[in-house]
Nanobody
């Protein structure tokens, strides 16, 4: 089992940047494919980015490509989301998620239903 804690959220002006972090407990972080999702009030949870267990494969929501970068450091049990050129419509609670995968699995996953574990979320507010 893994526990996830997000940090780094806050208030930023449109066009600004934030870096979110997801810290994982336990000693098997590299056994998990990871993802970032967001949920705005009244809306469904939305995929933002995902990364394979090794970090060799990544996937992004089309609207964030070129502005947002997902990365992980398996030695430090952490995952990050660097967000640049943020837009007001990206205001949401951002969640990190983990999916336990087999040793040979190199995939990433973009559906919330794929994930086993979730953090509590961190609020990102982008003002116009």
């Amino acid at each position: 089992q893994v526990q996830l804690v997000e940090s780094g959220g806050g208030l930023v002006q449109s066009g600004g940047s934030l870096r979110l972090s997801c810290a994982s407990s336990g000693r098997t972080f590299s056994s998990y494919a990871m993802g970032w999702f967001r949920q705005a009030p009244g809306k469904e949870r939305e995929f933002v980015a995902a990364i394979s267990r090794s970090g060799s494969s990544t996937s992004y929501l089309d609207s964030v490509k070129g502005r947002i970068t997902i990365s992980r450091d398996n030695a430090k049990n952490t995952m990050s989301l660097q967000m640049n050129s943020l837009l007001p419509e990206e205001t949401a609670v951002y969640y990190c998620a983990a999916k336990l995968v087999s040793f040979l699995q190199t995939s990433y996953y973009d559906s919330p239903q794929d994930y086993h574990y979730w953090g509590q979320g961190t609020q990102v507010t982008v003002s116009s």
